[in-house]
């Protein structure tokens, strides 16, 4: 391979370099065209390239080279110029995807991809999305990934930590870990915007304001002060049970998962909070529908220790969806009261943020803030949630609504 080719018609490759292997499957050689073979030229499940071994460090040099990679029809990955073809090695995928824009043209909303190159490429019907689940892949290798962190930092000043597992035993899940880890970085003195500025944009945008704000001050503390940080960290998800029904226990053993504790634990917690969420009926058919996968599974691959407990977690996600009366019934939840008091006083004094459907509809933009007074009208709300998807629903014609509502069917239509 020449040393510094400016264009991808310079880039070349002797013949000896590579070992001979049949020309791309699908492709027919130009005449003049040379095949030199398998060449000796890697990409790593990371998007590292690598030749003879050693990392390709020149980054103009790797999105050059991205610019002749191509696919045979037998999946294997070959650099094509107008002289020569050279099969690479590819262990998971050429390129990966870094950021993601959702941009409005014309109307129609686009997903617009960069890549690990600095190439952008929008889906389309040339690029479609494919969502693919391999069982037997795995996340790339903790030590091997913090190696190259460190050599390219400053150990003394760098912080590390397994987010995901920290944020998950804080709130109930890892959905708050971007906004822990942006604490983090300011706390460690990387972000040059005040906090108070970037509390502030937290409420401008709307989203969970009380839980962001939350996991970024959660993020600060880890780095200002590790040691208390770790001493107020719950030993589980700090969202607790629902208040339970006497009919809880009974829906839950619908499911007969007495091989998996794992999976008995994951339906009587989201029994319970069906149950407070809608009624039994609603609990019962979350339970009865999982015991059918459970059973169907069990039959065909003789455990249900792989899908059972995603359709678990997933249906109780879609059924549980967050509309008008959930909202009343977790403004209500005492544990709400209970946490604030523990971190900020028993003078604490805080208001609820909402954006109702129907203010929205009407123009406004800006969330309202209501404060504890407004918990009759909580309580008026949550006892109506008895209508929720009926002809009676004030909610439910709401066309976020109705999707919801039809998310759930057809999840269970395809499971």
């Known amino acids: ?127 479609p999305i494919r969502v693919v689940t391999d069982p037997d892949s795995a996340f790339p290798d903790v030590e091997a990934t913090m190696s190259r962190v460190t050599e390219g930092t400053r150990v003394a000043d760098g912080v590390a930590a397994d987010v995901r597992s920290l944020v998950t035993r804080l709130f109930g899940d890892d959905q708050l870990a971007n906004v822990f880890l942006v604490g983090m970085a300011y706390q460690a003195g990387a972000v040059p915007v005040a906090a108070d500025d970037i509390e502030q944009a937290i409420e401008l945008n709307g989203a969970a304001v009380a839980r962001n704000v939350q996991a970024f001050r959660r993020g600060r503390q880890l780095v200002a002060d590790p040691e208390g940080f770790h001493a107020a960290l719950p030993g589980g998800p700090s969202v607790e049970p629902a208040a339970t029904h006497p009919r809880v226990e009974e829906i839950a053993r619908l499911v007969r998962s007495v091989s998996d504790p794992g999976l008995t634990e994951t339906v009587l917690r989201r029994v319970g909070e069906l149950v407070a969420y809608q009624n039994v009926a609603y609990a019962t058919r979350y339970a009865t529908f999982v015991e059918q996968v459970r059973d169907r599974e069990e039959s065909v691959l003789g455990s249900s220790e792989l899908v059972t407990p995603l359709v678990a977690r997933q249906l109780f996600k879609l059924m549980a969806y967050k509309d008008e009366y959930e909202v009343a019934r977790l403004s209500l939840d005492p544990l709400l009261e209970r946490d604030l008091k523990q971190q900020f006083g028993e003078d604490v004094r805080y208001s609820f943020a909402l954006h109702p459907p129907v203010l929205r509809a009407l123009g406004m933009r800006r969330k309202i803030a209501l404060g504890t007074w407004f918990r009759p009208g909580f309580r008026l709300l949550y006892a109506m949630r008895h209508l929720r998807g009926t002809g009676f629903d004030p909610f439910g014609r709401a066309g976020v609504r109705r999707t919801e509502r039809a998310l759930v069917e057809e999840y269970t239509t395809v499971m």
Not at 13 to 26: L, R
Not at 64 to 72: A, I, P, Q
Not at 91 to 104: Q, R, S
């Open 1 to 127: 391979m020449n040393d510094t080719p400016e264009k991808a018609e310079n880039i070349t490759f002797t013949k000896d370099q590579g070992t001979s292997c049949p020309p791309p499957k699908g492709m027919t050689p130009r005449p003049g065209q040379i095949v030199c073979g398998e060449i000796d030229m890697r990409i790593d499940a990371d998007g590292v390239w690598f030749y003879h071994g050693s990392p390709i460090t020149r980054k103009k040099l790797v999105r050059l080279f991205s610019t002749v990679v191509r696919r045979d029809e037998a999946g294997a990955y070959w650099l094509i110029t107008p002289a020569e073809m050279a099969r690479i090695t590819v262990d998971d995928a050429p390129f990966l995807v870094v950021e993601m824009l959702e941009t409005n043209d014309n109307g129609v909303s686009c997903l617009k991809f960069r890549t690990n190159v600095d190439t952008w490429v929008t889906a389309d019907a040339a690029h």
